[in-house]
């Protein structure tokens, strides 16, 4: 059975996931420069946020994939930095850029959530 408190992250990643097939242009533009390949990066990002939302709805796999969740939202925070410094260099507007600067925080409270849902049971 799978606990209803999975299903949150769960849809999350998964939708997450497919956005990065769906369009990697946006998910391009906001990989550091210092990654080699960015729509490879993008795809690859892709594939592991689809792999662990799948894994959290299997009981055998549910702390490995909350685990590997919790890393690449680590491995993932670059990116949020870099898309911040972007819309700085931009100009963009007050009000975008202190979205993004919330969005900062999201990270660490995306893992929790992964945690407390999936491996903490």
Do not use: C, K
Request: no cysteine; glycine share 8%; proline share 8%.
């Amino acid at each position: 059975m799978i606990p209803r408190a999975v299903l949150g992250p769960a849809v999350l990643f998964l939708s997450s996931g497919i956005l990065h097939f769906v369009m990697p242009g946006f998910f391009d533009r906001i990989v550091p420069p210092w990654v080699p390949n960015a729509r490879l990066a993008t795809y690859v990002s892709g594939a592991f946020e689809i792999a662990g939302a799948i894994g959290l709805l299997v009981p055998a796999t549910r702390v490995a994939a909350a685990w590997g969740l919790i890393a690449l939202l680590a491995a993932v925070l670059p990116a949020n930095v870099h898309m911040l410094n972007q819309a700085r260099a931009a100009d963009a507007s007050a009000g975008f850029i202190a979205g993004l600067w919330v969005r900062l925080p999201l990270q660490p409270l995306l893992m929790w959530w992964v945690w407390r849902v999936a491996i903490r049971r």
